[in-house]
């Protein structure tokens, strides 16, 4: 069997993956914020996620999975080069709507996961908030300060990035000039431009909605300690694998290394994987711009969320990927096109060998989706195979494609078997009018009609 090689982004090279332990692949993705609708372009990473996930599990590997909330402490600064500075995206939302920062939270949580359904992405073991981590947050940046790694300054406790002689490894930091790429002046307490906050004293004579005690006084914690403390009380002090977009890989990965490995003098990560930005229109995705479009905005144009999936499936998670209304109707094309060719099919039985083999091995070559996707149309189009063998064998394609496939193949309801009958009636009496209307009717549900001199045959265009 084919060993599954990933992109590190730690070594900068394809790596074959050995887990710590081959019963249990440890594995933690940085989610959502959650002050807004989570739009497509994080979920092209969370898609990633997902394959990788379900790649894992292909191989026979079981997977402890992990995602974070971010519901606390993800600062404005972080759009302009700061982490450190600026309003709290949670307290802002809640200005700007009228809601506690709570209720925001839990709102577009909410919504999070509803879109996380309609892609139909693995659910992690759990979804970690951030706001029930706290008493691990504190307790992290405790060890930090009597390790020496820590120092207090006027609007909290900051990491020495001067004492990991290792800080930057993950992204070739070229520490000498990282204050010019900032948009804004770094804080002039800080000994190193660089250095991050751990926990951030409130401020003087304003009351936040989300503070906590600490032995530093009220306040609440940094951004990039969460991760940290989330994965170590879930998954161990070393992990397997890290998984998050690509912007993550310049600070926050960078930071969530310091402080984890200046804690526990362990590696935090062996295998560090990035997904590249989404593009919109050939540019960058922005809501400045306009274009940070959300699941409930493909619906709203027709879309089955599953098509921006496909979308996905269509470029490796590490490459560029373009996105405009014109690909994604593409996408939903083949998608509609390989339901309608699948779903009369002859029920599954033993598979065809050699495409599932060259399946797994394009799935193993660094997550190769455009290659696992051609090799699929393959065998839909071959006719070497019969109806029955090729779709045992692209039923088992779908647990890494995640195309829902297997809902093609649900019976008729109640109803539907009713409006079938109806138009058997129908035709037989030469009433083409209420046939006519009935097949559309039946199309409409997701069920066409195939009259043939051998009878009637039906099938699903769409999954329910």
Not at 48 to 56: E, H, I, N, P
């Amino acid at each position: 069997m084919t060993k599954i090689s990933l992109f590190n982004t730690l070594s900068r090279k394809i790596e074959v993956f050995q887990p710590l332990d081959p019963k249990q692949v440890t594995m933690y993705t940085c989610g959502p914020t959650v002050y807004g609708y989570v739009h497509i372009g994080n979920f092209r990473t969370y898609i990633s996620a997902d394959l990788l996930v379900r790649t894992l599990q292909y191989n026979g590997y079981p997977v402890k999975y992990i995602m974070n909330i971010t519901d606390v402490g993800h600062l404005t600064g972080d759009n302009l080069g700061d982490a450190d500075t600026g309003e709290d995206r949670l307290e802002k939302a809640s200005q700007k709507e009228g809601k506690t920062a709570w209720d925001i939270a839990q709102f577009y949580t909410e919504k999070f996961l509803a879109d996380y359904t309609r892609l139909n992405l693995v659910k992690p073991e759990k979804f970690t908030k951030a706001t029930d981590y706290i008493p691990e947050q504190i307790d992290l940046v405790k060890t930090l300060g009597e390790k020496g790694f820590t120092y207090t300054i006027d609007d909290g406790i900051y990491f020495d990035t001067s004492k990991f002689p290792d800080y930057g490894k993950l992204s070739f930091l070229d520490l000498k000039n990282l204050r010019s790429s900032n948009r804004i002046e770094p804080n002039p307490q800080k000994k190193n431009p660089w250095d991050f906050a751990l926990w951030k004293f409130s401020p003087v004579g304003e009351k936040r909605q989300m503070e906590w005690e600490s032995p530093w006084g009220v306040g609440f914690p940094g951004w990039h300690i969460e991760c940290s403390a989330m994965s170590m009380k879930n998954l161990g002090e070393t992990i397997d694998i890290h998984v998050g977009g690509e912007d993550l890989a310049a600070t926050h990965h960078p930071n969530e290394i310091a402080q984890s490995e200046a804690a526990t003098g362990k590696e935090f990560v062996h295998y560090w994987i990035h997904g590249a930005h989404l593009q919109v229109d050939g540019g960058r995705m922005g809501r400045s711009l306009g274009n940070t479009y959300t699941i409930s905005d493909l619906e709203e144009k027709g879309f089955d969320p599953l098509a921006l999936r496909y979308l996905y499936l269509t470029g490796r998670y590490r490459d560029k990927l373009n996105f405009t209304w014109e690909s994604l109707q593409a996408a939903q094309n083949a998608l509609d096109n390989l339901y309608s060719e699948i779903s009369s099919w002859d029920e599954p039985k033993i598979g065809c060998a050699e495409y599932e083999e060259k399946f797994l091995t394009a799935i193993n070559d660094d997550l190769n989706t455009p290659q696992a996707l051609s090799l699929l149309w393959d065998l839909v189009k071959t006719p070497a195979y019969p109806t029955s063998a090729k779709l045992a064998s692209i039923t088992k394609f779908d647990q890494v494609l995640g195309l829902d496939l297997p809902k093609l193949r649900v019976p008729l309801s109640e109803r539907e078997q009713k409006l079938l009958d109806e138009r058997e009636v129908a035709r037989a009496n030469k009433d083409f009018a209420r046939s006519d209307n009935l097949r559309q009717e039946l199309a409409e549900l997701g069920i066409e009609i195939m009259d043939s001199q051998s009878g009637l045959r039906w099938k699903r265009t769409k999954p329910i």
